[in-house]
């Protein structure tokens, strides 16, 4: 391989890997998060199909501390037709430093799958109480909508619905997940499963 093979490679993987981490067009990540706040589990009540998560429901994502700063996510789904649950671990990170006042920017990469990365952007925060997020990837295909409980009500879901489409996302194509207390128990206010 030549010397210009080669830097054309190496850019070429840089301007890939720097795509992930973006932002979509027109779409601000939250200036001011605390990742103490927003640690524990989350349910999801929206998403835009991806076949990572295509058959689930009951879907969750929880997040606590890793030891090297980071954050450790598992994220977890329940595959009715196979009657079996599916689980992901994965691992995120801050892009930006942290802010004078030890917050954050909402704009992390997680990664489910080695050295690789993906953009997880903070687009939407109930603050100061962190009861419902809206999250986006690196372009307007990767969205969801949690919540600190399995059921959102419907004025604020449709307030985010409508922020969304608004923002560019394709809101008409939105799958909602199915939080079936037949398989989610409540117990000291948090999740345990059948």
Not at 129 to 158: A, E, H
């Amino acid at each position: 391989m030549t010397q210009f093979n080669i830097r054309y490679l190496l850019v070429s993987i840089c301007l890939l890997l720097t795509s992930c981490m973006g932002v979509p067009d027109k779409v601000k990540v939250i200036e001011s998060f605390d990742a103490n706040q927003y640690l524990g589990t989350w349910y999801e009540i929206a998403r835009l199909d991806h076949s990572f998560e295509r058959g689930l429901d009951n879907v969750t994502a929880t997040y606590s501390l890793r030891d090297d700063g980071g954050i450790k996510v598992i994220n977890r789904g329940f595959n009715a037709e196979k009657k079996a649950w599916k689980e992901a671990e994965g691992k995120a990170y801050f892009i930006d430093p942290a802010n004078a006042d030890k917050t954050r920017t909402g704009k992390l990469k997680v990664s489910f799958f080695g050295p690789f990365y993906g953009a997880y952007n903070i687009i939407e925060l109930d603050k100061p109480y962190y009861n419902y997020v809206m999250i986006c990837g690196p372009d307007k295909s990767y969205f969801w909508i949690l919540s600190r409980t399995p059921q959102l009500s419907y004025p604020i879901k449709q307030h985010l619905i409508a922020q969304a489409k608004e923002l560019g996302f394709a809101t008409d194509k939105l799958i909602y997940v199915n939080q079936s207390p037949e398989v989610i128990n409540y117990e000291a206010g948090r999740h345990v499963t059948h």
